[in-house]
């Protein structure tokens, strides 16, 4: 069945085509390890995760690459400043490689609270410095470097296709970027591909170089693992909307002049989590994180249920109120599984009904992972009263196939009598009269009555009982 991306690259909606015909090669900008990940930063990995759901639900494998940056990105994205991993460490009175396991550790928690599956492969940047020189060499080869005092510049005018993900031309760039803060930098758009450590200071990380004792700048690294464990094309690269203009543009600038190929077919980019003052961003300090929802009653699902009910390419503007309102219709959701599961008699699955079924999912889905819509299709089909509950029960496999929010692992509700009305009551005793005198036509009717108010007939050794819907 087609499936319908948004590419970045082009900034259209395009049919997706695998490179090779049954495997997907995707990486994506993994977390960067001197604080907690905060809730924003884990609606682009929950968003990313949808993808490769809808990939494997269309029959594909997936190859999924993605890094830690445990090298310290500086404070400002100018490649100046202060390193955020070094200043983490002198903070919290730990080494930087302790900083580094201590959030790498909780990352993985995070996501794996969140039902987030593992990509297939993690590569630490610092594990990669010989891959990263080894790209700057090639790069210093193609004549596209310069050295000023404080490291080995990336010169952005000699790549004729730089800006193009953004959509923008470098001289609209040039106008565009924040003033030139390194001395010595030729354009604005440049950028350190490895920083020289100053003289007088002794850094915590740092590595023998050609260039000098130094660290990488902070996109050489994604671009240096991506070719070693996804080779010289892959399908799609994710990452949040914040790394359309900087960080993938210059990484596309670093791999494309040394393999002479289009590197990414498509661009994945996720739309932000906002908080009411603005951007949510680790470097602001304060930040919410998952512990703090659970902190607060707020399960980790729930906030995976909350995110997939915004598209990924909708801005998301965060408020604990209509995070309240999307754990309750979690829990509403959770009730009624429960209650289906309960049921003593579920008849059998309506296999053409089933098959229905997957395949809307799959047409809803494949519209550019349209999470919303499949939710509203889900709570559907749980309240459509012609569709029995074996086959509910079996669809929902489907549902959580894309969705993971574990439906499947819900346990049934223990048997719990409902307050019937009289009215309710009466048409039951009705029922049940038409029943013993085997007119299964006016019993059938009434069924679908008792149906329609949102109750179903159970039949049970102690006489018929009504269960909610
Ligand atoms: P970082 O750990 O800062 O490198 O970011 C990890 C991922 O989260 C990257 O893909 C970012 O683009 C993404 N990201 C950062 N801030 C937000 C936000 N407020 N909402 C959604 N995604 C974000
Ligand atoms: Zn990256």
Request: charged residues 30%; aromatic residues 10%.
């Amino acid at each position: 069945m087609e499936l319908t991306l948004y590419n970045t690259l082009g900034r259209t909606l395009q049919t997706f085509k695998p490179i090779k015909p049954k495997e997907i090669y995707i990486y994506a900008c993994g977390p960067t390890v001197y604080n907690f990940a905060h809730i924003g930063n884990l609606k682009t990995y929950i968003n990313e995760d949808i993808l490769k759901r809808t990939l494997r639900f269309n029959g594909f494998k997936v190859k999924h690459v993605e890094n830690i940056t445990d090298v310290g990105h500086l404070v400002s994205d100018e490649d100046t400043g202060e390193d955020k991993m070094e200043l983490s460490a002198s903070k919290e009175g730990l080494t930087i490689w302790e900083i580094a396991g201590k959030y790498t550790q909780a990352f993985k928690e995070d996501i794996t609270a969140l039902n987030i599956q593992f990509p297939n492969v993690w590569c630490k940047a610092t594990d990669h410095i010989n891959e990263q020189i080894e790209l700057v060499k090639k790069l210093e080869e193609l004549g596209l470097t310069y050295i000023i005092e404080d490291g080995v510049y990336y010169d952005t005018s000699k790549f004729s296709d730089y800006g193009i993900l953004g959509g923008q031309k470098l001289e609209e760039l040039q106008a565009g970027a924040r003033v030139q803060l390194a001395e010595g930098k030729r354009n604005n758009t440049d950028f350190a591909l490895w920083k020289i450590s100053p003289k007088e200071s002794k850094r915590l990380m740092e590595w023998e170089s050609p260039w000098g004792v130094g660290f990488p700048g902070w996109h050489i690294e994604c671009s240096a693992m991506a070719l070693k464990y996804l080779g010289e094309q892959i399908d799609i690269h994710c990452g949040g909307v914040d790394h359309v203009k900087v960080h993938h543009t210059n990484e596309i600038a670093q791999v494309e002049p040394v393999t002479q190929k289009k590197w990414v077919n498509f661009w994945f980019h996720v739309e932000f989590l906002n908080e009411k003052d603005g951007k949510m961003s680790k470097s602001k300090g304060e930040f919410l994180t998952l512990s703090l929802l659970k902190k607060k009653g707020f399960e980790p699902l729930a906030y995976r249920y909350y995110v997939l009910n915004s598209h990924y390419r909708s801005k998301l503007n965060f408020s604990f109120e209509a995070l309240e309102s999307a754990r309750q219709g979690f829990s509403n959701l959770i009730d009624k599984i429960s209650l289906l599961k309960a049921d003593v008699a579920p008849g059998e699955v309506a296999h053409a009904q089933l098959d229905d079924i997957h395949l809307n999912i799959n047409t809803i889905i494949n519209k550019d992972l349209n999470t919303p819509e499949l939710m509203a299709y889900m709570w559907k089909v749980i309240k459509d009263q012609s569709i029995n509950v074996q086959t509910k029960l079996d669809s929902l496999q489907y549902f959580d196939q894309i969705l993971g929010l574990e439906l499947l692992k819900i346990e049934a509700k223990k048997e719990e009598d409902v307050e019937v009305s009289s009215d309710l009551q009466d048409l039951l005793d009705k029922r049940n009269e038409a029943k013993k005198l085997r007119d299964f036509k006016t019993a059938d009717a009434l069924r679908n009555e008792i149906q329609a108010q949102g109750y179903a007939i159970i039949d049970t050794k102690d006489g018929a009982k009504l269960k909610k819907l």
